[in-house]
């Protein structure tokens, strides 16, 4: 399962979601790792500026395509403090990317946002696989699911 060097890409993502937040965005963060544990490149949601496909995980599929070899693509891995939405599930099998890590699962997002009486999205939350079968996904990881719910939380009630 996700080991102790992977964890630590995790904690990134989640300190990436928080930064989100701090600027007033939604918080999501994504890190792309090259097959020797390099860190590649990092981003967090930018949506705030009124283009709502501003995802993390949608930017690293467009910078690892526009930077690195199908073969480096396919060893990368991406991790991310929420599941892929079909979107970035899409960009991400469209580039060729490898493994996913993610923290929470879109599932976990999608029933703490019916608890808070948020509103539905204009996409439906599907499973990673659901999109890209090909593509190899580990998560939830529970040591940090709880931090990734909390940030959600003060987003939504601010
Ligand atoms: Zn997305």
């Keep these: 399962m996700v080991?102790?060097?992977e964890l630590a890409h995790l904690r990134r993502c989640v300190e990436l979601a928080a930064e989100a937040?701090?600027?007033g965005d939604e918080p999501f963060g994504s890190v792309l790792v090259g097959a020797d544990g390099t860190v590649l490149a990092e981003d967090h949601n930018r949506v705030a500026s009124g283009d709502?496909?501003?995802?993390p995980e949608f930017e690293l599929a467009r910078w690892s395509a526009a930077r690195l070899s199908p073969e480096e693509r396919s060893a990368a891995t991406v991790y991310t403090s929420g599941e892929h939405c079909p979107m970035c599930a899409?960009?991400?099998a469209w580039v060729g990317l490898g493994r996913i890590v993610y923290v929470a699962s879109s599932e976990q997002l999608t029933t703490w946002l019916g608890e808070w009486g948020v509103p539905a999205p204009p996409v439906r939350a599907l499973p990673v696989q659901e999109v890209a079968p090909g593509v190899v996904v580990e998560g939830p990881v529970p040591?940090?699911?709880e931090e990734v719910r909390a940030l959600h939380r003060r987003f939504h009630s601010a």
């Design 52 to 55: 709502r496909t501003r995802h």
């Design 3 to 5: 080991e102790h060097a």
């Design 143 to 145: 040591e940090l699911t």
């Design 90 to 92: 899409a960009a991400h």
């Design 21 to 23: 937040l701090r600027v």
